[in-house]
């Protein structure tokens, strides 16, 4: 077998090369201390490594995690500590305000305070922030302050019912904040009680307050709930001499407790029970403007005999206003009959048939109390609509009024009124033709612009116009009707009229075009059958809790209040009682709190040990199998570096070999 001299350098090349990457290894080993330099060297090992190195991130940040909580829960247990303390002062206060017998008005005034003193205090550490500056009791809403006055001695709170949780284990989650609405809001009270705030959509500038009020007369109080009330400021033209005034009513069934009651700012306001003010001047709102629909003499003059007797064969119409619908009866003969109506030349029979007499006593005395004159007019009442002894149908509500339906074409005739079909409706901005005119819109089209609640069209006529029916055409007339249904407006011979009472308005409108509808002005408004704009609104809300706040607030704005009568005195005694009871409610609620932030502390110290054993065991494994042993290393060393000095030798001695040399 030939060796050549290339190959005998290669075989010496590749041993010392092992042996030097042995060497290197191992150096490697010992500088590092660590076995297994990669996954190569023992994949068993490497994979049980990395799962070990990822256990121990996890420990390390759960362990941070237990830290943050910790922190958080002993703010906690720290703020509200301070808060039980302030309890307590104040129940010291409220006991020593107990004693009616000797305190004087200025006691009470001093009293006060140092509570609203206290309040302010109060209000501070519930709306305590922690080291990030995040408010401590707002749920999840931690950037928003919890807690905000409102005047009039109301507080709101904005957060949420969420509580923040951290996660100390793999299978432990611990909550690490409490919503400020659970501690110090939804408190059992020790009676029905009732909190107060505005409507939001309220229009004052600035707003008006109400107060936070309080229950004076629990038994009354207790029949009203859990009713809510609710006050609502009328326009002013509602009383005489005008002036601003109030309804309250039950806010779920609209029944009227207070009606139209003249208001004087900061007065107390006194309801089943419940007594609270309102100061400031709080919008009034706007007066109904009321639709009206007229009978036509004329028509009833002009029409015949015939149309005219409805004894043999009653008639009928349907009357609608605000969605209820009621039929009248017409069964007379109204040439003959005796109506008690001012207006001459028989259409006073028409109108006392029709439930609109001069004499209402008519209605209710024998033997006409019975007849269907009897049973219109108390129909007319149950539509809240009136007609007059001239002829003219009122909805003073604003509510349109339509007649439709009737029996036959007579009732048209004596009438005035379109009432078959779809009948007649009133308008909202009644059109008023102008005689014989006419007007050429296909020669030269206009426009008119129609707003309803902020929403505006433009309507074009562009065609001829020669009476109230073709002008109601030309508004009808392809995209015109498009855009009025967008407003839900409807036009007719008698004018426009909004489906859902809103206000009308028509601007930008061209000279013929407000010619042809009778109307002028820009621009132009809804004439009649426009709805009353409530003014200002405040919720009386029922309730069975009573937050902290509300409780010292009530305390505070009853000692302010108490005079030398015994009367007085007797009401804020039953307020003392009712106010210790409350705070008694407010440190069992913040007791349970407590214990529970503290079980949820030793939850984190039992798992903070946990993690501590997990850590360590998953050390001592680590290292059982990546630690080196030194002693093994050393040894395995002088081992490899003796081979490397064997080899690099015995290429020294080969790489000499040469035949010549034997020659």
Known sequence: MRVSTSQIYNVANIGMRDAQVAVDKTNQQISSGKRVLSPADDPVAATAILMLNQELARTTQFTKNIDTADNNLTLEDTTLQSVV?????????????GNTAVLTPSDYKAMAAEVDSRLS???NLQNTRNASGQY????FQSETQPFVNNGGGNYTYQGDEGQLSVQASTTVTVAVSDSGK?????????????????????QATPPALISVGDVYDQASFDKLFPEDLLVTFNANSAVNPPSPNYTITERSTGKVLVDKQVYVSGQDIKVSGAKFSISG?????????PSTLSLNAASFS?????????????????????GITETLTLDQNMLTSSGVSTVPAGLNDLISNLGGAADKSFYTTPPANTSSAAANYKKLQNLGITLSDT?????PTGLNITIKNSSSVAITNITGIVTQGAGTTTANIPFSYPGASTFNFSAAPETVDVSVNGKTVTLTLSTNVTDPISLAAAFNNGTNAIELAKLGVIATPQGFSSVNHSVISLSNAG???????????????SSQGVLAVPGDKFIVESTGKQSLLTTVSRFSEAMKGVDTTQASKDEFAKLVSKTLASFENVLSNISSVQGDVGARQNMLESTRNLNSDIELNSKTVLSQLEDLDYAEASTRLQMQTFVLSAAQQSFIRISELNLFKYM
Not at 85 to 97: G, H, I, M, P
Not at 281 to 289: C, D, E
Not at 391 to 395: D, P, Q, Y
């Open 85 to 97: 303390s302030l309890v307590q002062r104040l129940k010291e206060l409220a006991v020593n305000a």
């Open 121 to 123: 205090e109060l209000m």
């Open 136 to 139: 401590i009791f707002a749920g």
């Open 182 to 202: 659970r501690i110090f809001v939804d408190i059992p009270a020790s009676h029905n009680t009732f909190i107060t705030r505005p409507s939001a959509s309220n």
């Open 281 to 289: 001047t709080p919008f009034s709102g706007l007066p109904a403007i």
């Open 302 to 322: 002009g029409a015949t005999a015939a149309d005219k007797n409805f004894s043999v064969t009653p008639g009928f119409l349907d009357i609608t206003v605000g």
């Open 391 to 395: 002829g003219v149908f009122t909805s």
């Open 511 to 525: 000279t013929n075009v407000l010619a042809a509808m009778g109307v002028s002005g820009n621009p132009v408004k």
